[in-house]
Protein backbone atom coordinates (compact mmCIF):
# COMPACT_ATOMS: atom_id res chain seq x y z
CA UNK A 1 0.00 0.00 0.00
CA UNK A 2 1.16 3.59 -0.90
CA UNK A 3 -0.07 6.86 0.41
CA UNK A 4 0.19 9.84 -1.91
CA UNK A 5 -0.37 13.17 -1.09
CA UNK A 6 1.02 15.26 -3.63
CA UNK A 7 -1.26 14.46 -6.88
CA UNK A 8 0.40 14.56 -10.28
CA UNK A 9 -1.36 16.54 -13.57
CA UNK A 10 -4.27 14.57 -15.13
CA UNK A 11 -2.32 15.52 -18.22
CA UNK A 12 1.09 14.55 -17.04
CA UNK A 13 -0.74 11.25 -16.14
CA UNK A 14 -1.96 10.57 -20.04
CA UNK A 15 1.19 11.44 -21.14
CA UNK A 16 3.05 8.77 -19.54
CA UNK A 17 0.28 5.89 -20.45
CA UNK A 18 -0.54 7.13 -23.97
CA UNK A 19 2.53 9.40 -25.31
CA UNK A 20 2.55 12.41 -27.19
CA UNK A 21 -0.98 11.24 -28.74
CA UNK A 22 -3.24 12.26 -25.60
CA UNK A 23 -5.86 14.26 -27.54
CA UNK A 24 -7.35 11.22 -28.97
CA UNK A 25 -7.86 9.40 -25.09
CA UNK A 26 -11.23 9.26 -24.17
CA UNK A 27 -11.47 11.04 -20.89
CA UNK A 28 -15.50 10.77 -20.36
CA UNK A 29 -16.79 8.66 -17.08
CA UNK A 30 -19.67 6.19 -17.86
CA UNK A 31 -21.30 5.44 -14.44
CA UNK A 32 -23.41 2.17 -14.31
CA UNK A 33 -26.30 2.70 -12.46
CA UNK A 34 -28.85 5.43 -11.40
CA UNK A 35 -29.27 4.51 -7.71
CA UNK A 36 -27.82 5.91 -4.54
CA UNK A 37 -23.93 5.22 -5.55
CA UNK A 38 -24.59 6.12 -9.02
CA UNK A 39 -26.47 8.85 -8.45
CA UNK A 40 -23.70 10.65 -6.01
CA UNK A 41 -20.99 9.74 -8.47
CA UNK A 42 -22.25 10.66 -11.23
CA UNK A 43 -23.01 14.31 -10.06
CA UNK A 44 -19.84 14.84 -7.95
CA UNK A 45 -17.83 13.71 -10.80
CA UNK A 46 -19.66 16.65 -12.86
CA UNK A 47 -19.08 18.79 -9.99
CA UNK A 48 -15.59 18.50 -10.89
CA UNK A 49 -15.60 19.19 -14.26
CA UNK A 50 -15.94 15.55 -15.83
CA UNK A 51 -17.92 14.70 -18.70
CA UNK A 52 -20.12 12.28 -17.56
CA UNK A 53 -22.83 9.89 -18.71
CA UNK A 54 -25.14 8.56 -16.09
CA UNK A 55 -26.59 5.22 -17.26
CA UNK A 56 -29.86 3.63 -16.22
CA UNK A 57 -31.25 0.72 -18.41
CA UNK A 58 -34.92 1.16 -16.24
CA UNK A 59 -36.99 3.03 -18.69
CA UNK A 60 -39.25 4.33 -15.91
CA UNK A 61 -36.15 5.35 -13.55
CA UNK A 62 -34.13 6.64 -16.38
CA UNK A 63 -36.62 9.22 -17.81
CA UNK A 64 -37.24 10.38 -14.22
CA UNK A 65 -33.84 11.31 -14.11
CA UNK A 66 -34.04 12.73 -17.82
CA UNK A 67 -36.53 15.07 -15.87
CA UNK A 68 -34.51 15.76 -13.12
CA UNK A 69 -36.68 13.94 -10.64
CA UNK A 70 -33.99 12.66 -8.34
CA UNK A 71 -35.74 9.15 -6.47
CA UNK A 72 -33.49 9.72 -3.28
CA UNK A 73 -33.52 12.33 -0.93
CA UNK A 74 -30.07 13.27 -0.12
CA UNK A 75 -29.05 16.87 1.25
CA UNK A 76 -27.53 18.85 -1.87
CA UNK A 77 -27.69 16.20 -4.14
CA UNK A 78 -30.83 18.23 -6.27
CA UNK A 79 -28.64 21.19 -6.32
CA UNK A 80 -25.11 19.57 -7.69
CA UNK A 81 -26.93 17.14 -10.15
CA UNK A 82 -28.90 20.16 -11.26
CA UNK A 83 -25.96 22.08 -12.27
CA UNK A 84 -24.15 19.51 -13.94
CA UNK A 85 -26.93 19.09 -16.12
CA UNK A 86 -27.04 22.54 -16.73
CA UNK A 87 -23.34 22.87 -17.89
CA UNK A 88 -23.70 19.90 -20.05
CA UNK A 89 -21.11 17.84 -18.35
CA UNK A 90 -23.96 15.65 -17.01
CA UNK A 91 -26.07 13.29 -19.58
CA UNK A 92 -28.50 10.66 -18.86
CA UNK A 93 -28.81 7.42 -21.35
CA UNK A 94 -29.94 3.85 -21.48
CA UNK A 95 -27.82 3.15 -24.29
CA UNK A 96 -24.24 1.30 -23.36
CA UNK A 97 -23.10 2.21 -26.98
CA UNK A 98 -23.73 5.82 -26.75
CA UNK A 99 -21.63 6.06 -23.21
CA UNK A 100 -19.30 3.55 -24.14
CA UNK A 101 -18.16 5.44 -27.38
CA UNK A 102 -16.99 8.69 -25.43
CA UNK A 103 -15.52 7.41 -22.33
CA UNK A 104 -12.12 6.48 -21.36
CA UNK A 105 -13.51 5.31 -17.75
CA UNK A 106 -16.80 3.09 -16.53
CA UNK A 107 -18.01 3.00 -13.02
CA UNK A 108 -19.46 0.08 -11.98
CA UNK A 109 -22.26 1.27 -9.27
CA UNK A 110 -24.66 -1.36 -9.55
CA UNK A 111 -26.44 -3.57 -6.64
CA UNK A 112 -24.91 -6.40 -4.70
CA UNK A 113 -28.05 -7.31 -2.78
CA UNK A 114 -27.24 -10.05 -0.05
CA UNK A 115 -28.55 -13.87 -0.82
CA UNK A 116 -30.26 -15.63 2.20
CA UNK A 117 -27.26 -17.17 3.41
CA UNK A 118 -25.13 -13.85 3.54
CA UNK A 119 -23.35 -14.64 0.30
CA UNK A 120 -23.34 -11.44 -2.64
CA UNK A 121 -25.14 -11.40 -5.44
CA UNK A 122 -22.88 -10.30 -7.97
CA UNK A 123 -25.36 -11.22 -11.05
CA UNK A 124 -25.95 -7.27 -11.30
CA UNK A 125 -22.08 -6.47 -11.82
CA UNK A 126 -21.40 -9.04 -14.36
CA UNK A 127 -24.60 -8.22 -16.47
CA UNK A 128 -22.99 -4.51 -16.38
CA UNK A 129 -19.38 -5.84 -17.58
CA UNK A 130 -21.06 -8.25 -20.39
CA UNK A 131 -22.70 -4.86 -21.31
CA UNK A 132 -20.51 -2.79 -21.47
CA UNK A 133 -17.73 -5.14 -23.25
CA UNK A 134 -20.47 -5.82 -25.97
CA UNK A 135 -20.72 -2.33 -26.73
CA UNK A 136 -17.15 -1.53 -26.87
CA UNK A 137 -15.34 -1.40 -30.02
CA UNK A 138 -11.42 -0.39 -30.21
CA UNK A 139 -9.72 0.56 -27.16
CA UNK A 140 -10.90 -0.78 -23.77
CA UNK A 141 -11.65 1.25 -20.74
CA UNK A 142 -10.51 1.66 -17.80
CA UNK A 143 -13.09 -0.68 -15.94
CA UNK A 144 -13.74 0.70 -11.55
CA UNK A 145 -15.17 -1.29 -9.25
CA UNK A 146 -17.80 1.50 -6.95
CA UNK A 147 -20.17 -1.74 -5.98
CA UNK A 148 -18.88 -3.11 -2.62
CA UNK A 149 -18.09 -6.54 -3.53
CA UNK A 150 -16.09 -9.74 -1.91
CA UNK A 151 -12.44 -9.56 -2.60
CA UNK A 152 -11.21 -10.92 -5.66
CA UNK A 153 -14.61 -9.62 -7.65
CA UNK A 154 -11.82 -7.08 -9.79
CA UNK A 155 -10.15 -10.73 -11.09
CA UNK A 156 -13.43 -11.84 -11.76
CA UNK A 157 -14.60 -8.96 -13.95
CA UNK A 158 -11.25 -9.15 -15.80
CA UNK A 159 -12.34 -12.29 -16.57
CA UNK A 160 -15.40 -11.51 -18.17
CA UNK A 161 -14.09 -8.76 -20.00
CA UNK A 162 -11.89 -11.40 -21.51
CA UNK A 163 -14.53 -13.19 -23.28
CA UNK A 164 -15.20 -10.45 -25.17
CA UNK A 165 -11.89 -8.88 -25.90
CA UNK A 166 -9.39 -11.90 -25.43
CA UNK A 167 -6.75 -9.49 -27.25
CA UNK A 168 -7.01 -6.57 -24.64
CA UNK A 169 -5.83 -7.15 -21.47
CA UNK A 170 -8.76 -5.19 -19.10
CA UNK A 171 -7.99 -2.66 -16.96
CA UNK A 172 -9.81 -3.12 -13.93
CA UNK A 173 -10.04 -0.94 -10.79
CA UNK A 174 -11.06 -1.23 -7.37
CA UNK A 175 -12.38 2.17 -6.20
CA UNK A 176 -14.90 1.66 -2.89
CA UNK A 177 -17.00 4.26 -1.66
CA UNK A 178 -17.31 5.45 1.55
CA UNK A 179 -20.42 7.53 1.70
CA UNK A 180 -22.53 8.25 4.67
CA UNK A 181 -26.52 8.40 3.74
CA UNK A 182 -27.31 11.96 4.78
CA UNK A 183 -23.65 13.22 4.35
CA UNK A 184 -22.62 11.29 0.72
CA UNK A 185 -22.11 14.65 -1.31
CA UNK A 186 -19.64 16.05 2.02
CA UNK A 187 -18.08 12.89 1.59
CA UNK A 188 -17.93 12.74 -2.12
CA UNK A 189 -16.68 16.25 -2.16
CA UNK A 190 -14.27 15.82 1.26
CA UNK A 191 -13.11 11.93 1.82
CA UNK A 192 -10.93 11.31 4.44
CA UNK A 193 -9.29 9.11 1.73
CA UNK A 194 -9.33 7.88 -1.73
CA UNK A 195 -8.58 4.38 -1.94
CA UNK A 196 -7.43 2.68 -5.46
CA UNK A 197 -6.84 -0.65 -6.53
CA UNK A 198 -5.53 -1.81 -8.75
CA UNK A 199 -2.39 -4.32 -10.76
CA UNK A 200 -0.32 -1.72 -12.75
CA UNK A 201 0.50 1.40 -11.14
CA UNK A 202 -0.43 3.52 -13.94
CA UNK A 203 -4.12 2.34 -14.20
CA UNK A 204 -4.49 3.24 -10.07
CA UNK A 205 -2.68 6.82 -11.26
CA UNK A 206 -5.23 7.36 -13.69
CA UNK A 207 -8.05 6.88 -11.46
CA UNK A 208 -6.56 9.15 -8.66
CA UNK A 209 -6.20 11.51 -11.47
CA UNK A 210 -9.61 11.91 -12.11
CA UNK A 211 -9.84 13.23 -7.87
CA UNK A 212 -6.80 15.56 -8.41
CA UNK A 213 -8.94 18.75 -7.53
CA UNK A 214 -10.01 17.01 -4.64
CA UNK A 215 -6.54 17.75 -3.17
CA UNK A 216 -7.46 14.70 -0.48
CA UNK A 217 -5.20 11.23 0.27
CA UNK A 218 -5.24 8.72 -2.18
CA UNK A 219 -4.20 5.11 -0.92
CA UNK A 220 -2.97 2.98 -4.15
CA UNK A 221 -3.16 -0.50 -3.43
CA UNK A 222 -4.03 -4.23 -4.86
CA UNK A 223 -7.61 -4.46 -6.16
CA UNK A 224 -8.15 -7.52 -3.27
CA UNK A 225 -6.80 -4.90 -0.95
CA UNK A 226 -9.53 -2.22 -1.86
CA UNK A 227 -12.02 -4.41 -1.65
CA UNK A 228 -10.86 -5.86 1.98
CA UNK A 229 -10.60 -2.29 2.97
CA UNK A 230 -14.04 -1.56 2.82
CA UNK A 231 -15.37 -4.49 4.20
CA UNK A 232 -13.29 -4.00 6.80
CA UNK A 233 -14.17 -0.44 7.38
CA UNK A 234 -17.86 -1.58 7.73
CA UNK A 235 -17.76 -4.39 9.84
CA UNK A 236 -15.14 -2.29 12.30
CA UNK A 237 -18.05 0.63 12.48
CA UNK A 238 -20.73 -2.17 12.77
CA UNK A 239 -19.09 -3.65 15.75
CA UNK A 240 -18.40 -0.36 17.24
CA UNK A 241 -21.91 0.29 17.51
CA UNK A 242 -22.84 -3.15 18.93
CA UNK A 243 -20.01 -2.59 21.18
CA UNK A 244 -21.28 0.49 23.53
CA UNK A 245 -24.80 -0.69 22.78
CA UNK A 246 -23.45 -4.47 24.70
CA UNK A 247 -21.89 -1.32 27.48
CA UNK A 248 -25.55 0.01 27.32
CA UNK A 249 -27.23 -3.43 28.99
CA UNK A 250 -24.61 -2.91 31.64
CA UNK A 251 -24.99 0.60 32.52
CA UNK A 252 -28.39 0.06 32.92
CA UNK A 253 -28.14 -2.54 35.35
CA UNK A 254 -25.44 -0.74 37.51
CA UNK A 255 -26.80 2.32 37.17
CA UNK A 256 -24.50 4.57 35.16
CA UNK A 257 -24.86 6.55 32.25
CA UNK A 258 -24.02 5.15 29.03
CA UNK A 259 -23.39 8.63 27.24
CA UNK A 260 -21.03 9.89 30.18
CA UNK A 261 -18.87 6.13 29.20
CA UNK A 262 -19.20 6.72 25.58
CA UNK A 263 -18.38 10.95 25.34
CA UNK A 264 -15.52 9.89 27.72
CA UNK A 265 -14.50 6.99 25.22
CA UNK A 266 -14.49 9.35 22.58
CA UNK A 267 -12.46 11.67 24.14
CA UNK A 268 -9.20 9.08 23.44
CA UNK A 269 -7.62 9.73 20.28
CA UNK A 270 -7.25 5.38 19.50
CA UNK A 271 -10.96 5.22 20.09
CA UNK A 272 -12.58 8.16 18.27
CA UNK A 273 -16.66 9.82 19.31
CA UNK A 274 -18.11 8.22 15.93
CA UNK A 275 -20.09 5.21 15.81
CA UNK A 276 -20.18 5.41 19.66
CA UNK A 277 -23.74 6.33 20.30
CA UNK A 278 -25.85 3.73 21.89
CA UNK A 279 -29.38 3.51 20.40
CA UNK A 280 -31.57 0.84 18.91
CA UNK A 281 -28.74 -0.31 16.68
CA UNK A 282 -27.37 -0.27 13.39
CA UNK A 283 -29.00 -0.78 9.48
CA UNK A 284 -29.09 0.58 6.58
CA UNK A 285 -28.27 -0.64 2.64
CA UNK A 286 -24.82 -1.22 3.38
CA UNK A 287 -23.49 -2.25 7.02
CA UNK A 288 -25.91 -5.24 7.32
CA UNK A 289 -25.06 -6.63 4.13
CA UNK A 290 -21.53 -5.88 4.08
CA UNK A 291 -20.63 -7.58 7.31
CA UNK A 292 -22.60 -10.33 6.37
CA UNK A 293 -20.96 -10.50 3.07
CA UNK A 294 -17.60 -10.20 5.31
CA UNK A 295 -18.65 -13.53 7.57
CA UNK A 296 -19.79 -15.14 4.27
CA UNK A 297 -16.39 -14.30 2.63
CA UNK A 298 -14.30 -15.97 5.92
CA UNK A 299 -16.54 -18.99 6.30
CA UNK A 300 -15.82 -19.87 2.66
CA UNK A 301 -12.11 -19.62 3.35
CA UNK A 302 -12.13 -21.88 6.62
CA UNK A 303 -12.05 -18.86 9.05
CA UNK A 304 -14.22 -17.74 11.96
CA UNK A 305 -15.45 -14.60 12.57
CA UNK A 306 -16.73 -14.69 16.22
CA UNK A 307 -16.29 -11.02 16.73
CA UNK A 308 -18.43 -9.76 13.98
CA UNK A 309 -20.72 -12.95 14.45
CA UNK A 310 -21.47 -11.32 18.20
CA UNK A 311 -21.65 -8.13 16.08
CA UNK A 312 -25.08 -8.94 14.36
CA UNK A 313 -26.45 -10.56 17.40
CA UNK A 314 -25.94 -8.28 19.63
CA UNK A 315 -27.54 -5.45 17.31
CA UNK A 316 -30.78 -7.83 16.69
CA UNK A 317 -31.04 -8.09 20.16
CA UNK A 318 -31.22 -4.05 20.39
CA UNK A 319 -35.07 -3.99 18.96
CA UNK A 320 -36.15 -6.92 21.14
CA UNK A 321 -34.52 -5.32 24.47
CA UNK A 322 -36.51 -2.13 23.55
CA UNK A 323 -39.36 -3.91 22.89
CA UNK A 324 -38.77 -5.69 26.56
CA UNK A 325 -38.31 -2.70 28.42
CA UNK A 326 -41.72 -0.93 27.14
CA UNK A 327 -43.57 -4.15 28.45
CA UNK A 328 -41.29 -3.87 31.92
CA UNK A 329 -42.57 -0.16 32.21
CA UNK A 330 -46.14 -0.45 31.01
CA UNK A 331 -46.93 -3.90 31.40
CA UNK A 332 -48.56 -6.67 28.57
CA UNK A 333 -48.05 -4.66 25.29
CA UNK A 334 -51.24 -6.56 23.52
CA UNK A 335 -54.08 -3.67 22.91
CA UNK A 336 -51.43 -0.56 24.03
CA UNK A 337 -51.07 2.40 21.54
CA UNK A 338 -47.40 2.78 20.14
CA UNK A 339 -46.04 6.58 18.97
CA UNK A 340 -42.83 5.81 16.68
CA UNK A 341 -41.00 9.16 15.91
CA UNK A 342 -38.99 7.82 12.43
CA UNK A 343 -38.94 5.49 10.29
CA UNK A 344 -35.66 5.53 8.18
CA UNK A 345 -32.89 3.92 9.16
CA UNK A 346 -31.23 7.19 10.53
CA UNK A 347 -32.03 11.01 9.91
CA UNK A 348 -31.66 13.05 6.56
CA UNK A 349 -32.43 9.73 4.40
CA UNK A 350 -35.73 8.41 3.29
CA UNK A 351 -33.66 4.94 2.97
CA UNK A 352 -35.68 2.12 4.91
CA UNK A 353 -34.13 -1.02 4.30
CA UNK A 354 -32.96 -2.74 7.17
CA UNK A 355 -34.49 -0.29 9.13
CA UNK A 356 -34.14 -0.64 13.27
CA UNK A 357 -37.03 1.68 13.38
CA UNK A 358 -39.51 -0.46 11.36
CA UNK A 359 -37.74 -3.92 12.55
CA UNK A 360 -39.86 -2.53 15.96
CA UNK A 361 -42.55 -1.86 14.24
CA UNK A 362 -42.90 -5.13 13.51
CA UNK A 363 -42.30 -6.43 16.57
CA UNK A 364 -44.76 -4.27 18.54
CA UNK A 365 -47.24 -5.20 15.80
CA UNK A 366 -46.38 -8.96 16.96
CA UNK A 367 -46.86 -8.30 20.16
CA UNK A 368 -50.52 -6.35 19.61
CA UNK A 369 -49.49 -2.99 19.75
CA UNK A 370 -51.70 -0.55 17.48
CA UNK A 371 -48.48 1.65 16.18
CA UNK A 372 -48.80 5.42 14.97
CA UNK A 373 -45.76 6.71 13.27
CA UNK A 374 -44.59 9.32 11.85
CA UNK A 375 -41.46 10.31 9.44
CA UNK A 376 -40.73 13.49 7.65
CA UNK A 377 -39.79 11.73 4.33
CA UNK A 378 -40.41 7.58 4.56
CA UNK A 379 -43.57 7.26 5.48
CA UNK A 380 -44.85 6.66 1.87
CA UNK A 381 -42.36 3.45 1.67
CA UNK A 382 -43.52 2.29 4.89
CA UNK A 383 -46.62 2.25 4.06
CA UNK A 384 -46.14 -0.31 1.14
CA UNK A 385 -44.35 -2.42 3.58
CA UNK A 386 -46.86 -2.26 7.08
CA UNK A 387 -50.00 -0.94 5.64
CA UNK A 388 -51.52 -1.30 8.75
CA UNK A 389 -49.60 1.05 10.60
CA UNK A 390 -51.43 4.22 11.13
CA UNK A 391 -49.19 7.35 9.60
CA UNK A 392 -50.15 10.45 10.82
CA UNK A 393 -48.88 13.97 9.85
CA UNK A 394 -46.81 15.01 12.76
CA UNK A 395 -45.14 13.86 15.83
CA UNK A 396 -47.99 15.60 17.64
CA UNK A 397 -50.33 13.45 15.84
CA UNK A 398 -48.39 10.48 16.42
CA UNK A 399 -48.09 11.03 19.90
CA UNK A 400 -52.09 11.26 20.71
CA UNK A 401 -53.49 9.04 22.47
CA UNK A 402 -50.23 6.91 23.00
CA UNK A 403 -49.66 4.80 26.13
CA UNK A 404 -45.50 5.48 25.06
CA UNK A 405 -43.62 7.26 22.70
CA UNK A 406 -40.65 5.96 21.18
CA UNK A 407 -38.05 8.15 18.89
CA UNK A 408 -36.48 5.39 16.56
CA UNK A 409 -34.80 8.33 14.56
CA UNK A 410 -33.18 11.05 15.60
CA UNK A 411 -34.47 13.67 13.25
CA UNK A 412 -33.70 17.16 14.11
CA UNK A 413 -37.60 18.63 14.01
CA UNK A 414 -38.09 16.11 17.39
CA UNK A 415 -34.92 17.79 18.90
CA UNK A 416 -37.46 21.27 19.39
CA UNK A 417 -40.60 19.52 20.59
CA UNK A 418 -43.18 21.41 23.11
CA UNK A 419 -43.09 18.78 25.57
CA UNK A 420 -45.98 20.57 27.49
CA UNK A 421 -48.38 20.35 24.90
CA UNK A 422 -47.22 16.45 24.29
CA UNK A 423 -48.17 15.92 27.97
CA UNK A 424 -52.19 16.84 27.35
CA UNK A 425 -52.06 14.89 24.32
CA UNK A 426 -50.71 11.29 25.71
CA UNK A 427 -52.63 8.78 27.41
CA UNK A 428 -49.55 7.58 29.11
CA UNK A 429 -46.69 9.96 29.82
CA UNK A 430 -43.48 7.99 28.74
CA UNK A 431 -40.86 8.56 26.30
CA UNK A 432 -38.55 5.97 25.39
CA UNK A 433 -35.39 7.49 23.70
CA UNK A 434 -34.02 5.23 21.36
CA UNK A 435 -31.21 7.45 20.08
CA UNK A 436 -30.64 9.17 23.59
CA UNK A 437 -31.50 12.15 21.28
CA UNK A 438 -34.22 14.18 23.10
CA UNK A 439 -33.57 16.65 25.56
CA UNK A 440 -34.66 14.10 28.88
CA UNK A 441 -34.64 16.99 32.23
CA UNK A 442 -37.22 19.04 29.35
CA UNK A 443 -39.21 15.45 28.94
CA UNK A 444 -39.39 15.02 32.49
CA UNK A 445 -40.10 18.54 33.56
CA UNK A 446 -43.42 18.48 32.08
CA UNK A 447 -43.96 15.26 33.69
CA UNK A 448 -42.95 12.25 31.26
CA UNK A 449 -41.11 9.04 32.66
CA UNK A 450 -38.27 9.66 30.33
CA UNK A 451 -36.59 6.06 29.51
CA UNK A 452 -32.95 6.34 27.08
CA UNK A 453 -30.80 3.59 25.72
CA UNK A 454 -27.81 2.26 29.07
CA UNK A 455 -29.64 5.26 31.13
CA UNK A 456 -31.59 4.90 34.31
CA UNK A 457 -35.35 5.61 33.91
CA UNK A 458 -35.97 9.54 34.71
CA UNK A 459 -39.64 11.14 36.07
CA UNK A 460 -41.40 12.75 38.01
CA UNK A 461 -41.28 11.68 41.51
CA UNK A 462 -40.03 8.15 40.57
CA UNK A 463 -40.35 5.17 42.79
CA UNK A 464 -39.50 2.23 41.76
CA UNK A 465 -43.33 0.82 41.36
CA UNK A 466 -45.17 3.89 41.95
CA UNK A 467 -48.34 2.94 40.10
CA UNK A 468 -49.97 6.29 40.23
CA UNK A 469 -47.26 7.53 37.57
CA UNK A 470 -47.41 4.70 35.35
CA UNK A 471 -49.44 1.19 35.75
CA UNK A 472 -47.44 -2.14 36.15
CA UNK A 473 -43.80 -0.13 36.44
CA UNK A 474 -41.21 -2.24 37.97
CA UNK A 475 -37.67 -1.13 39.56
CA UNK A 476 -35.45 0.52 36.63
CA UNK A 477 -32.35 -1.74 37.58
CA UNK A 478 -34.37 -5.22 37.57
CA UNK A 479 -32.92 -7.38 34.41
CA UNK A 480 -35.30 -6.91 31.30
CA UNK A 481 -36.86 -9.65 30.22
CA UNK A 482 -37.02 -10.62 26.58
CA UNK A 483 -38.62 -12.39 24.71
CA UNK A 484 -37.25 -15.18 21.81
CA UNK A 485 -36.57 -14.38 18.97
Not at 44 to 59: K, P, S, T, Y
Not at 135 to 150: E, F, Q, R, Y
Not at 154 to 169: F, G, I, M, T
Not at 256 to 272: T, Y
Request: aromatic share 8%; glycine share 10%; hydrophobic share 40%.
Amino acid sequence: MTLFKRFSDRRTTLRKLYGANVEGVKEAITVVGGGYVGLITSACFARLGHQVFCLEIDHARAEALQDDRLPIKEPGLAEVWERGRAAGLLKVTRSYREAMKQSGFVFLAVGTPAKANGAVDLRQVISAVRSAATATNGDSPVIVLKSTVPPGTAELVADVWREYHPDDEPRVVSNPEFLREGQAVFDFMRPARIVVGADERETAELVGALYEKLRRPVVYTSTRAAEMIKYASNAFLCTKVSFINELAALCEEIGVDVVDVSEALGMDPRIGSSYLGAGLGWGGSCLPKDIGGLIWSASRMGVHTPVLSAAVKINKRQIRLAAARLESLIGDLNGKTIAVWGLAFKANCDDIRESPALALVRLLGEYGCKVRAYDPVAMDESARLYPEVEYCAGPYEAATGADAIVLATAWSQFGSLDFDRLRTLVQRPLILDGRNFLDGEAATDAGFIYVGIGRAVAGPDFEPGNRDVLPHLQPARRRVRTRSA
